[in-house]
């Protein structure tokens, strides 16, 4: 039975000229794990918001026989609020007609938390949180307010391998208890492991809907994107030149050098948030520093200004005379950075229009344009598809060979091993280990030291 | 005047402005709300005879010009201090314009009445800041009204009326504005123009000064109240009234600084 039915629905957004849906069908049957792939702007969050109900098609039919429950991409939740207070919104219990049962609401959340074998202290800001930790309090939320159909955008793009490991299986107990569940992804582990079935999108259209069964794990990266993914193999035989910066992190130095990749990961709470903080600080006084936020949208963008004031948001001194703005001049450097780095946008268009990876791909564009010695690049393939991806690891090793220096701050513990020439891993807030020989350094062995575990 | 007589339309119209402030937006139009309640009440009042009458028909008539206020506002979205400002403006035309058809003065209109009993209305006052505390962090109402202002989106994905919580709130701070003002006609028995006398804007003022925190704004109400009250005595002796006028404000930019200094000193 179908829980969810749509049928040729099309979608154009006038704020930045794009058709973002067009002639799109979907399927969905009750009680099934069903991913959604397919490159940056294809149209996947527009459709999940479409299905959720907070986005209205242009034409089409649409059936839905259920309550929806969304977890998006960029999160919903409210900074200066704690834990339970993001929660309940919407689903409030209620004593004496109006007053809000906190205490009730507690028990309820303590439940699923029991359950499913999370912990969290209900009385935390959401500002104190991690991205992980965030991640957990959407998925709670949409737990809590009983949907039957459960919407995921890029869910475990900000976990750790260990956090998405303990996601998944938080989907499978969900599809045991009769819950149906869509899911958007770029990583293949996700669609291999958990899903039933998996929906192709590209550029607005529906191309194909597979059983994951029926083919095999590498075939289906290349059904997502279309062409054969060449994955980049980074050079480790350039030896790193001289010092260029240096940062004490706990009592520990660390020296960045010319040509030198420095990989430092963790988990979830590991401090790497708080690295990234004092990193941000460093950067901002040093004009040879560029720096990637992995907060893209709090922290890289200003979401209401349009895409070309965002490219050049970084150096505005270098488009302006006697403090007048030259557009012209800014309308060029606009459309080349565009072509470049294959933006999927026009200049005019409002930045938050942009989805999710041509966000990152303009916050990164800017940053390499500035050509600054050293990079501090922090999550900087969240939420972007294999493709694009690529071409960011590539932009990575070619930098590598113009003898820059990058410290790459990632919780993706492969993306750290492919492109590091040394790793830090923090635990708790210090460095628990160094990987220096990278032919030892395997997902499981960052894992293990990640979880706090030195030697056996 | 005393105390409580000066500090109830600061509280009514502060704290009915603290309502839009927490679904993320300002009425400016406090003050245009004080001075039209005023003019209806008195209006009402002398036509019919009736204060029940006056002050009934008047708060039904600022509901009625709130929601109209609001709804356009937020409907079409529109600037709110823009829309607010053109309802102020609107109002103090539309009172002349009144006053002269009905009573052929645009000056003072007098009730025959002997006293008013404004004491509920007083007590509301000060009872306030504390029913908004209460409603705001223990009601589903309350806390919906905070999430409206600090992310419409998050009511959007919870599939929630955003635009309910703003709407709303707007004709809260209309409603109570204009209790202010009613009160205002009641204590003198009649409406002169310029009745507010900025009370709104100094409302928006203490809004601020009281950090949008319904206790801080029940001090920053009795810190002006306590000035009035002087500028008032001050009239009488040597003292420039402007300057005990100003010290409210003097004296929460010390506050201000001090607060600061300590949360500064905190963060590191």
């Known amino acids: ?456 | 005047m005393n105390f409580f007589e000066i500090i109830t339309p600061f509280l009514l119209a502060s704290i009915g402005g603290l309502y839009t402030e927490y679904s993320g937006t300002t009425n400016v139009a406090l003050e245009g709300y004080i001075t039209i309640s005023a003019f209806i009440f008195i209006t009402i009042t002398k036509l019919t005879n009736s204060i029940l009458l006056g002050f009934c028909l008047t708060i039904g008539i600022i509901l009625i010009i709130s929601f109209i206020h609001s709804s356009l506002t937020i409907k079409l979205k529109a600037n709110p201090i823009i829309t607010g400002l053109a309802v102020n403006m609107g109002f103090y035309g539309l009172i002349s314009a009144l006053s002269y058809k009905i009573f052929k003065t645009k000056g003072v209109i007098s009730l025959d009445y002997p006293n008013i009993e404004t004491m509920p209305i007083k007590i509301l006052a000060i009872l306030l800041p504390f029913i908004t505390l209460f409603i705001i962090s223990k009601t589903r109402y309350g806390l919906r009204l905070r999430v409206r202002g600090l992310s419409k989106k998050s009511l959007i994905y919870s599939r929630i009326n955003a635009d309910y919580y703003r709407l709303t709130a707007m004709m809260i701070s209309a409603i109570l504005s204009g209790l202010g003002g009613i009160f205002l006609g009641m204590e003198l028995r009649s409406f002169i123009p310029n009745i507010g006398s900025g009370r709104g804007w100094i409302s928006l003022v203490i809004i601020y000064l009281g950090r949008k925190n319904p206790i801080g704004i029940l001090i920053g109400c009795g810190i002006f109240s306590v000035a009035q009250i002087f500028s008032n005595y001050s009239q009488n002796h040597n003292v420039p009234s402007e300057f005990i006028l100003a010290l409210p404000y003097f004296l929460t930019l010390i506050a201000l600084i001090i607060s600061m200094r300590k949360k500064t000193i905190n963060n590191r």
């Open chain 1, 1 to 456: 039975m179908n829980i969810v039915s749509i049928e040729h629905i099309s979608k154009y957004f006038s704020v930045n000229d794009t058709q973002a849906l067009s002639d799109m069908s979907l399927e969905i049957t009750k009680g099934e794990i069903h991913a959604v792939v397919g490159e940056n702007g294809a149209g996947k969050s527009t459709l999940m918001k479409i299905i959720h109900g907070v986005e209205k098609c242009d034409s089409g039919n649409i059936k839905i026989n259920g309550k929806t429950g969304m977890v998006s991409q960029h999160f919903r939740l409210i900074e200066s609020l704690n834990i339970l207070e993001n929660i309940i919104i919407g689903m409030e219990p209620i004593k004496k007609k109006f007053i809000v049962d906190k205490k009730k609401a507690f028990e309820q959340i303590n439940e699923i938390l029991v359950f499913y074998g999370f912990s969290l202290n209900l009385n935390t800001k959401i500002k104190d949180l991690s991205i992980g930790q965030k991640q957990l309090v959407e998925i709670i939320k949409v737990i809590y307010n009983d949907s039957d159909i459960l919407i995921f955008d890029e869910p475990t793009a900000a976990l750790s391998e260990l956090e998405a490991e303990k996601f998944r299986k938080t989907l499978l107990s969900l599809k045991e208890k009769e819950k149906t569940i869509i899911i958007i992804s770029h990583k293949i582990k996700d669609i291999s492991a958990i899903s039933d079935r998996f929906t192709i999108m590209r550029k607005g259209r529906y191309i194909e809907t597979v059983t994951t069964k029926s083919v095999d794990i590498s075939d289906i990266s290349r059904h997502m994107s279309g062409t054969e993914i060449v994955n980049p193999t980074i050079d480790r035989s350039i030896k790193p030149g001289k010092e260029l910066f240096s940062f004490i992190y706990n009592n520990e130095k660390i020296t960045l050098h010319e040509s030198e990749i420095i990989g430092i990961t963790g988990y979830g709470d590991c401090g790497l948030h708080e690295l990234e903080d004092t990193l941000e600080e460093l950067s901002l006084n040093n004009k040879n520093i560029g720096y990637v936020p992995s907060d893209r949208l709090s922290r890289g963008v200003e979401l209401n200004s349009a895409l070309k004031e965002t490219l050049v948001a970084k150096n505005p001194r270098e488009f302006s005379k006697y403090g007048l703005l030259n557009w012209r001049k800014i309308d060029t450097f606009s459309k080349k950075l565009i072509t470049e780095y294959n933006i999927k946008g026009t200049i005019n268009c409002q930045t938050g229009t942009l989805s999710g990876g041509n966000l990152q791909k303009s916050v990164i564009a800017r940053v390499l344009y500035q050509k600054p010695e050293t990079y501090i690049l922090c999550s900087p393939t969240w939420g972007i598809d294999i493709e694009s991806a690529n071409n960011i690891y590539h932009e990575i090793e070619s930098l590598k060979k113009q003898k820059k220096g990058i410290l790459l701050l990632s919780y993706d513990a492969e993306e750290v091993i492919k492109m590091s020439n040394r790793v830090y891993i923090l635990y708790k807030g210090r460095i628990i280990s160094t990987i220096k020989d990278m032919s030892v350094a395997t997902p499981e062995l960052i894992g293990k030291y990640s979880s706090g575990i030195i030697n056996e």
